[in-house]
């Protein structure tokens, strides 16, 4: 019934701009760059972009292949184990990363070794949210897998539209 049944939640998903995922990433230290991108432009959660390792990536074909999450435990869905395509100038980026860290991981610590934890990439992205202007209170780096979404959708419907 409405009595017992719990209350609602609020919806919180805000889409970044380009320009404030720009932001984030250069508000960034270099080696925790790739996980804005990762989850802005792939999709990627936290967990994912943290434990990602050079072999989930093709390089050459621009897809990455999820296989693990933080601390290599199995993801979180099925789901999560499509291949997805990125585009070509991320490959490229991340192919910079692997070549400066030690190619455990592609988010790396600062001495490019594999990270301590997601909590790293958090750290950081709070951070960087707090410099970046017009991003609400509250921003979360999983809110950067719905512009991801969005960019897709949004992407798809003009892609069906063109004769």
Same mark, same amino acid.
């Given at each position: 019934?409405?009595?017992?049944?719990?209350?609602?939640?609020?919806?919180?998903?805000?889409?970044?701009?380009?320009?404030?995922?720009?932001?984030?990433?250069?508000?960034?230290?270099?080696?925790? +760059?790739?996980? *804005?991108?990762? !989850?802005?432009?792939?999709? #990627?959660? =936290? &967990?994912? /972009?943290? @434990?990602?390792?050079?072999?989930?990536?093709?390089?050459?074909?621009?897809?990455?292949?999820?296989?693990?999450?933080?601390?290599?435990?199995?993801?979180?869905?099925?789901?999560? +184990?499509?291949? *997805?395509?990125? !585009?070509?100038?991320?490959? #490229?980026? =991340? &192919?910079? /990363?692997? @070549?400066?860290?030690?190619?455990?991981?592609?988010?790396?610590?600062?001495?490019?070794?594999?990270?301590?934890?997601?909590?790293?990439?958090?750290?950081?992205?709070?951070?960087?949210?707090?410099?970046?202007?017009?991003?609400?209170?509250?921003?979360?780096?999983?809110?950067?897998?719905?512009?991801?979404?969005?960019?897709?959708?949004?992407?798809?419907?003009?892609?069906?539209?063109?004769?």
């Amino acid at each position: 019934s409405r009595r017992t049944s719990p209350g609602t939640g609020t919806q919180r998903p805000y889409v970044a701009t380009t320009e404030q995922v720009w932001a984030l990433h250069d508000h960034c230290p270099p080696n925790i +760059r790739p996980a *804005i991108l990762l !989850a802005a432009h792939a999709g #990627l959660r =936290l &967990a994912e /972009a943290a @434990a990602l390792r050079p072999e989930d990536v093709d390089f050459m074909r621009c897809v990455i292949s999820p296989v693990i999450q933080w601390p290599d435990q199995p993801l979180k869905s099925d789901i999560s +184990r499509t291949p *997805i395509p990125i !585009a070509s100038e991320l490959a #490229l980026v =991340l &192919a910079r /990363a692997v @070549a400066v860290g030690k190619g455990e991981t592609i988010v790396t610590n600062p001495d490019g070794g594999r990270l301590s934890g997601p909590w790293a990439i958090q750290r950081a992205f709070r951070a960087a949210c707090e410099q970046v202007e017009g991003l609400p209170d509250g921003f979360r780096f999983h809110d950067l897998r719905h512009s991801c979404a969005t960019m897709r959708s949004v992407a798809e419907k003009v892609s069906r539209r063109r004769p």
